[in-house]
């Protein structure tokens, strides 16, 4: 008797089904933890690159400042225009930067994100450049609205 307990046992091989049950249900509860926190990950790359965009063209203009002490012309500097960036004038194309408001001493910068948010720099009567966005709180823009 003991030999055929021993012979059934080592003939039923496999899992059952509450095992089976257990694994998917533990898969299930790791992909529902994983799976938003993944989500995101592309509206951010996307934010980085239009802020990228929007830290090199002040680059772009100081530099330009530096040579003539006025933003007025930096908008047909070479400096700008050589930059390689996607510098329009007007519009609100996504991923572009628009370059706006030019004069001695200020300058609005407005880059347009792919995933819909939108990144300001400005800077007036020659202060410190103001960085504001769109969405507060979602994407690559803080729930303080400044990046």
Avoid at 114 to 129: L, M, Q, R, W, Y
Wanted: hydrophobic share 35%.
């Amino acid at each position: 008797m003991l030999r055929k307990l021993h012979e059934r046992m080592e003939s039923e091989k496999g899992f059952t089904l509450i095992e089976l049950l257990v694994v998917i249900l533990i898969i299930g509860i790791l992909a529902a933890i994983a799976l938003p926190a993944f989500l995101g990950q592309q509206s951010k790359g996307q934010d980085a690159d239009a802020k990228s965009n929007a830290r090199n063209l002040v680059s772009q203009l100081e530099s330009c400042y530096s040579q003539d002490q006025s933003y007025t012309d930096c908008a047909t500097s070479q400096d700008v225009e050589s930059s390689g960036l996607p510098v329009e004038t007007s519009g609100t194309e996504k991923g572009t930067v628009v370059l706006s408001g030019l004069s001695d001493d200020d300058f609005t910068i407005t880059a347009y994100s792919e995933s819909d948010n939108v990144f300001t720099i400005a800077k007036t009567d020659g202060e410190a450049p103001e960085r504001t966005c769109t969405e507060n709180g979602e994407g690559g823009c803080p729930s303080t609205g400044s990046w």
